[in-house]
């Protein structure tokens, strides 16, 4: 494995040539993010981490997110993943007692307590100026759905998320190009 910069990004280590799976690794290093608080308390709460496995606490992390919530391993196990699958036991026991003492019942209402909601991203909608004024483009747009002026680039638009145009409007005429 390739040294990182300082400054490296998750995006541009996931996606390093050396990372075989590079959606699947990515989309499990999103989702461990998003449930990182409950899994650091179940790590505390299970007390399985120890001086040598603390070192490697980012793959610890993502392996316990593997194990409570993901899919199950396969059988080629690192030496991590053997740690943490022979505490499967003890990690699914810690996350029972924490869904007890938060006094939730499932793990969605443990979500909703962390304040973990899925965030999308908006879609954005450049006008192209050569037909279309970016004001007119405003108007014709907000007969539809809310939008707003980006603030920094000048004829960007913003739309609510996965947001689609069952009618006939301005986006017909390649006055606007939409995101995917």
């Excluded at 059988?75 to 869904?99: G, N």
């Excluded at 991203?121 to 907000?142: C, F, M």
Aim: hydrophobic share 45%; proline share 4%.
């Amino acid at each position: 494995m390739p040294a990182a910069g300082p400054f490296a990004s998750i995006k541009s280590l996931v996606y390093s040539p050396f990372v075989r799976n590079k959606k699947a690794t990515f989309a499990l290093v999103c989702q461990t993010l998003k449930h990182l608080q409950i899994i650091k308390d179940v790590l505390e709460a299970a007390s399985i981490l120890s001086g040598k496995w603390k070192r490697q606490i980012e793959l610890v992390y993502i392996i316990t997110y593997d194990i409570l919530f993901g899919q199950v391993i396969s059988f080629h196990l690192a030496m991590q993943e053997k740690f943490l699958m022979l505490r499967k036991d003890a990690l699914q026991s810690a996350l029972a007692r924490l869904l007890v003492r938060k006094k939730v019942k499932s793990f969605e209402d443990l979500m909703s307590l962390y304040q973990i909601h899925d965030v999308s991203k908006p879609r954005y909608v450049r006008v192209n100026t050569l037909k279309l004024d970016v004001e007119s483009a405003l108007q014709e747009l907000g007969k539809e759905t809310m939008v707003q002026k980006d603030d920094m680039v000048p004829d960007l638009l913003i739309l609510p998320a996965r947001k689609r145009f069952t009618q006939p409007s301005s986006s017909n005429k390649w006055r606007c190009l939409f995101s995917k």
